[in-house]
C-alpha cells in the first residue's frame, strides 16, 4: 500500500496507528448525542483531540445509530460546513466529514474537509464517487447493508460487498491510493456478527487497502461487558488493541488520549 496524503499531512501505512477523533454535531448519536452540538463547545472539544494525539477529527452532521431519524439535506450540510469551516482555520490535522449524501461531501470540501468517511461504501448516492473523482480526495468506504438481508457466509459476503463498492470507485476514476476500507462494524450485523468481524479483520486486508476499524463504544462492547454506552471506555481499549493486533491502520474513537495510548504500545509490538 502506498502512503497516502491527506490535506497537508502524509500517512505512511505500516509505520504507525492513526485515530481518527469523532465529532458529532447531532442532538441524537448513540454515544454523545448533543454533547458538541454547540460550535462553540464542537471546537474546544476538536482542539482538545488534536491536542490529546487525533491524526484526524470527523465531523458527522447525522446520527447513524439504530433507529435515528434522517436529517434533511440542507440541515446537515449546514451542521457540517459551518463546523468545518471553523475547525479549518484552527486546526493543523485533517479534518473529515462522515455522510453518505454527494451534496454534503461536496460542501464539506469546499469548507474545508479533506476526506469522505461514506457508512454506505458510495451505494446510497449515484453522485457520491463522481464527487470523490472530481476534487480527488480520499474515501472510506464501509461496509452497510439493508437491515433483513440473511447473510450466506458472513466474511464472505463481506469482502463481495465491498469489492462491488471498489469498483464503483474504479468506474468513477478514484484512484487506489486514495481509497480506504471499513468493515462496517455495528452496521448491519448482530453482535455475534460484530464479534465475528473482529476475529477477522485481518481478512479484509487481502483487498489491499488500508483498514479503518469504527468500533468505539458501540453496542457489541455493551453486549459483552453489560454495560451502558458511557461506561465502554475499556472495552473499547481492547478492541483497539485487537484490531491493530490483526492489521487495522486507522482507529475511529470517541476517547482519543487513551485509544493513542494504547495505539502506541501496541504499534511498539507489532510494527517493526
Given at each position: 500500500m502506498k502512503s497516502l496524503n491527506i490535506g497537508n499531512s502524509l500517512w505512511e501505512w505500516g509505520k504507525k496507528t492513526y485515530t481518527m477523533g469523532i465529532l458529532n454535531i447531532t442532538p441524537d448519536s448513540f454515544s454523545d448525542g448533543g454533547s458538541f452540538f454547540s460550535e462553540e463547545i464542537a471546537l474546544k472539544h476538536a482542539l482538545r483531540m488534536a491536542k490529546d494525539g487525533a491524526d484526524i477529527i470527523d465531523v458527522g452532521g447525522e446520527s447513524t445509530r439504530p433507529g435515528s431519524a434522517q436529517v434533511p439535506e440542507?440541515?446537515?450540510?449546514?451542521?457540517?460546513?459551518?463546523?468545518?469551516?471553523?475547525?479549518?482555520?484552527?486546526?493543523?490535522?485533517?479534518?473529515?466529514?462522515?455522510?453518505?449524501?454527494?451534496?454534503?461531501?461536496?460542501?464539506?470540501i469546499k469548507a474545508g474537509a479533506h476526506l469522505i468517511n461514506d457508512i454506505w461504501g458510495l451505494k446510497y448516492d449515484p453522485d457520491m464517487a463522481a464527487v470523490v473523482a472530481k476534487y480527488n480526495v480520499p474515501v472510506c468506504i464501509m461496509h452497510n447493508r439493508t437491515l433483513g438481508h440473511v447473510y450466506q457466509n458472513l466474511i464472505e459476503d463481506i469482502l463481495q460487498e465491498l469489492k462491488e463498492s471498489i469498483e464503483l470507485a474504479h468506474k468513477a476514476g478514484i484512484?487506489?491510493?486514495?481509497?480506504?476500507?471499513?468493515?462496517?462494524?455495528?452496521?448491519?450485523k448482530t453482535w455475534e456478527q460484530n464479534l465475528e468481524v473482529m476475529r477477522h479483520l485481518d481478512v479484509f486486508r487481502s483487498l489491499g487497502y488500508p483498514i479503518l476499524l469504527g468500533a468505539s463504544r458501540k453496542s457489541f462492547i455493551g453486549k459483552v461487558l453489560d454495560l451502558e454506552v458511557q461506561d465502554r471506555?475499556?472495552?473499547?481499549?481492547?478492541?483497539?488493541?485487537?484490531?491493530?493486533?490483526?492489521?487495522?491502520?486507522v482507529v475511529r474513537v470517541h476517547d482519543v488520549l487513551e485509544n493513542v495510548r494504547v495505539a502506541k504500545i501496541i504499534d511498539c509490538l507489532e510494527r517493526k
Open positions: 440542507e440541515e446537515e450540510i449546514r451542521r457540517v460546513t459551518s463546523i468545518i469551516q471553523l475547525l479549518s482555520k484552527e486546526l493543523k490535522i485533517p479534518i473529515s466529514v462522515d455522510t453518505y449524501r454527494a451534496k454534503t461531501a461536496e460542501a464539506a484512484k487506489d491510493e486514495k481509497i480506504l476500507l471499513d468493515p462496517g462494524i455495528g452496521f448491519a471506555l475499556e472495552g473499547t481499549l481492547a478492541i483497539t488493541a485487537a484490531g491493530i493486533m490483526k492489521g487495522v491502520d
